[in-house]
């Protein structure tokens, strides 16, 4: 299928609409980000690629890296993930804090902040160079050898923190963090830091579109089963307090990332990355949401 | 593919797995349901059918139905849905009465007690005699004229329905209920008495797998991209406090009820329905739960 | 002292400052109040009386009633109050339904209006003629055989007090309402309903100054300790969530209303009740407050 | 009056009463106290002293501290504390961190930890060496140089006080907090360590019944009007969530601690210190709880 076309047929029925986002603003380096900045790349399980506009420029990944990170941890990691975080979707943002009291200290999913702090932990205590080795699987699974952290993003992260520190902190009280804080937080604002462009996200996420096998090495990461599960995750806990409507209205499991970039996956077929740096109110890029559901429906490939 | 092998083989490797679960016991008539029976139906949308077990007997399908109403509202009616009721996973269910007060009686999706209600107040504005409309409704999609409300059930819900005289009261103290309370109630409490069997439920669902066509007869319930939105809606939001898991694990959108039903719809495939009375602690189907899963492992099924 | 001197020249004090708070508009009868009457009445333990303004004119007491009803059942009753309610501030009014159903249905206190339900249902439980021995018992303490309910008020609480039914409802789910739910409505509409005086309101709190003692006839309404008590809890849940405030600023133990009356108590010494229609943003009389704290101030009777 | 008298026999009526309270065990330093312990000591504004058993044995007065810290605020700085904290009672410890949410980072009151934290920040702010002005405040206020921190106390605080970093962090993610953290941690953990004796408490808050002057200095510490807002404060947030409770039963304002240290003040009269290391469910000490009610009750001197 002629997927460019496709992608610049949308790109210019969406050029009209006025973006009512806003780009994330609590740190400086995502604050600078030229918001007018738009890609997308979709990657197939046989190898073809489709791309359009910034489609090979970096931006911020944020939360998107969560996956990494929860994939590496249920694939190589002895430790039951799910006696520590649970697999349901979160709630109202606004419910954060006392769930993860109500709940002693147990986040509702590795998606949120509170669960991807609790993988990070897993990470720093049965991974012998958690950061090292975080980067070097990504590198593994894209090909690219250049993907990396940004320090000055990290640690602009870590100033500005204080929400993180407060979810740690309370994990910690009921004794959900085995490590100790700073060295859990350093991975984490590390992960958030990561910056990669929509082919190299599109190419990262194929394995979970083909039963877990990495197609351009025939590396196994996860099981079929593991694969399936990973991709169930996501469609119910990968967007925030958004996950019902992007999977009403898009079809397909994802994860975004507050930096405005979005990876969804068709299972069998492909993954697609978009990028639009401005977010709406729910913290998901506006127009990557947009984008995704008219691809979805045009060219009906919703897994429901 | 040999469905009936499967299923006597699931079943058989269930037997000796004590079930922690409890029959619902709030109202006398699913008290006494014989906590043993067992029933599963699979249908395609090519007319196959494939049995096992109490699969005929007709059981109390409680939430299932609240499928059914908002199918009816999605597709008949004039009025936006949208703006009554979100379409979000709920959260705890600790925080079904805070979470109304806190998004102003708007409820988090159609599928919860609450939105099932907002439903029931649509249906009741604009059908004839909602009633006789839903009950004719769902004899169509199946083709039984003999499926009715169980007026003794209905009575019982009434009388010991609290909870959900203080849902729907909150959410009027808000504007969000427009008729008159006692009429939405009788509704509500109706549609959570049908009776059916597996067999019929999961032809009733047929359509929801066939681009909202019923095979049987042509109708076209719902447009193609309606159908795929209320699965999506289904896997996010089908199963309370459960739907990660639910997801997770068996990987097809669904929903349950405390009569212990379960369906769940395979897009372009099939639907099929499993009864078991003993609940979890969640308020679904403990075996009928175990039993989907496994049965989307060994026919490797999931859409995920 | 010359209390009316002090009364005229805080009024004069008060005159010139803009009043933000709006008249109570949740029913017809409390919207159509002239907002601009202005009454205060003191009664000393020993008789002496002090008024000012529109202290002989009739409004709508709503929660005030409250204290009447706990008394009531307080000094007559068997049954245990305090394992039915508890006598804690209530916290934010957003937390009122969620902490309702976190505490099982158990409210905080018996001013909330959670609890004034309970203490309507234990009335209705043990009373021959609740609605009567509550009128009777008031005009007893008043001397004031012209005493009533206002039926019109009743009403119209009765037909917009959704969110009442819902905390009736919910607490009936958890078996704290042994009572049918409209005969206890029918009681606690109908005291929200009662019309009082300035003047009749500090007569009928003067046992709450007097060891629980009525100076006019000598009868005992409670004992000198638990006299203390009901004053110990005006003082921490008699204002809402101004309960802290109020403490803060007045000084003395009382309870509110939303026609904007409040009547205080200062043990050994007076009662004093004071009405100006509008209300501020907690619900409590915006210039009433004032006109309490200038007061102490003034006549340095702080209890503290 | 006798007092010593009415302690010895409280005393005797309390001794066959089983204890069901437990020690604080958060650290080694409160846990590995003699539970057995007791003492008690009653000073008047007059300068008479009557004490029972354990009256001058220092303990960590822990909570009770935060008064101090509280008063230092309210009459030193400039700064306006009520911008930055409440003064409304906390309702339940369940809700403090949804609360500090729901409020943006501003506490319910300066007594539960959050509000104290705030407060400490303040002092942080404004005076010149906080834990040593702290320290010479309360020397000054009873006379006794040799009262000071505990500093293995304070680290154990530090090493174990996860939930109070996450509630400072929570503040500062809303700009609630302005100094560093770790310094304003170091004050408060410096503050719940000092021991005092319940003769030193007693002197200590003599202040607050003799309208702000300390008897033995004459130094006025509070303006009277401001004492009584003090005392107020004490009377509906002094006891975390049992303030209504300690207020209905005891009917003094006070202030307790997790070491077993109750204080109250009756105005004009007396300042109590006792102290039972034995806590009820709610924090307070269990004995010293029902002692300070027998108390009041026997000596008629209940404020209300």
Same mark, same amino acid.
């Given at each position: ?7 610049? +047929? ?36 046989? =190898? ?49 804090? &006392? ?53 000055? &993003?990290?640690?602009? +992260?870590?100033?500005? =923190? ?21 060295? &859990? ?28 096998? &990495? ?35 898009? =079809? ?15 299972? +069998? ?24 559901? +008219? ?10």
């Amino acid at each position: 299928m002629q997927y460019e076309t496709i992608f610049q +047929e949308i790109y210019r029925d969406l050029q009209p609409l006025e973006d009512p986002g806003q780009v994330a603003d609590y740190i400086p380096e995502l604050a600078h980000v030229d918001p007018y900045q738009f890609g997308v790349h979709l990657t197939t399980v046989g =190898g073809d690629k489709f791309a359009f506009g910034d489609a090979e420029k970096r931006f911020s990944i944020q939360s998107i890296a969560k996956v990494f990170t929860f994939v590496l941890a249920y694939s190589h990691v002895k430790s039951n993930i799910w006696e520590r975080t649970g697999l349901e979707p979160a709630g109202t943002p606004f419910n954060s804090l &006392v769930q993860l009291e109500y709940d002693k200290g147990i986040p509702r999913n590795p998606f949120i902040n509170a669960g991807a702090l609790v993988v990070c932990d897993i990470l720093a205590g049965e991974l012998a160079s958690p950061k090292e080795n975080i980067l070097s699987f990504i590198r593994r699974i894209t090909g690219v050898d250049s993907i990396s952290y940004n320090s000055g &993003v990290a640690l602009s +992260e870590k100033k500005t =923190g204080y929400r993180n520190y407060a979810l740690i902190n309370l994990m910690k009280s009921f004794g959900n963090i085995r490590n100790d804080i700073d060295s &859990v937080m350093d991975i984490y604002f590390h992960i958030c830091s990561i910056e990669m462009s929509c082919k190299e996200l599109s190419k990262a996420f194929l394995f979970l579109a083909n039963n877990g096998i &990495v197609p351009h090495s025939g590396e196994q990461i996860l099981s079929a089963s593991r694969t399936k599960r990973t991709n169930a995750l996501m469609q119910t806990c990968g967007f925030y307090d958004e996950a019902g409507e992007f999977t009403f209205k898009v =079809g397909l499991p994802g994860k975004s990332g507050v930096g405005g970039g979005i990876v969804a996956v068709h299972p +069998e077929k492909y993954a697609i990355a978009v990028w639009s740096p401005r977010l709406n109110r729910k913290g998901n890029s506006y127009k990557g949401m947009l984008f995704l559901e +008219e691809f979805t429906s045009k060219t009906r490939s919703s897994i429901f």
